[in-house]
């Protein structure tokens, strides 16, 4: 079965810094290409990142572009998303999600809440 | 990358048809054949109903149907159940693969 799951958000300050987290199992991680995909609570999805499967090119909307670093550890079977200066519209519910032509399985989401 | 366009909301009684819409650019929608949807429900992920414009996963019942005509890609959802009242959004590749854009969402109510 496939699992994927979303850990270290929390409440940050703006300005600051925060690394979330996303374990995968029950498929070849190291196969796919993955994403990171966010949505203000009560708003719509937002796509963010993508990253292929050996992590040699990687993409990223807009808004994040500069502030953001997509990354993966394919020994450890985990995705990974660096956000520094993070600013008050970052807050939002993070996915991550494996690639297989679109964003297939998902996530529960992690939130991250950028706020003084 | 603007967002792809839906409308806000769709209704329909249970049994009945609704469509809903997907609106891009010749630039996303148009230009690929990689169109997908997802179903949300209050509080949980999304899930995968159509993807490459028509095609089913595993598991999600055939009253699910999707199509594209030039730019617009809709979702179908005919015999309405009360359980699939949720949030639905379109998504699509973009610029030559290396981006991906989500519609905005419809809610759907099934009355």
């Known amino acids: 079965e496939v699992q994927l799951v979303e850990s270290g958000g929390g409440l940050v300050q703006p300005g600051g810094s925060l690394r979330v987290s996303c374990a995968a199992s029950g498929f070849t991680f190291s196969s796919y290409w993955m994403h990171w995909v966010r949505q203000v609570p009560g708003k719509g999805l937002v796509w963010v990142s993508r990253i292929n499967s050996d992590g040699s090119s990687t993409s990223y909307a807009d808004s994040v572009k500069g502030r953001f670093t997509i990354s993966r550890d394919n020994a450890k079977n985990t995705l990974y998303l660096q956000m520094n200066s993070l600013r008050a519209e970052d807050t939002a519910v993070y996915y991550c999600a494996r690639d297989k032509w679109t964003p297939d399985y998902w996530g529960q989401g992690t939130l991250v809440t950028v706020s003084s | 990358q603007s967002a792809l366009t839906q409308p806000r909301s769709v209704s329909g009684s249970p049994g009945q048809s609704v469509t809903i819409s997907c609106t891009g650019t010749s630039s996303d929608v148009g230009g690929y054949n990689y169109v997908s949807w997802y179903q949300q429900h209050p509080g949980k992920a999304p899930k995968l109903m159509i993807y490459?414009?028509?095609k089913r996963p595993s598991g999600v019942p055939d009253r699910f149907s999707g199509s594209k005509s030039g730019n617009t890609a809709s979702l179908t959802i005919s015999g309405l159940q009360a359980e699939d009242e949720a949030d639905y959004y379109c998504?699509?590749?973009?610029?030559?693969?290396?981006?991906?854009?989500f519609g905005g969402g419809t809610k759907l109510t099934v009355l």
């Open positions: 998504c699509s590749y973009a610029a030559s693969y290396t981006k991906v854009v």
């Open positions: 490459e414009v028509s």
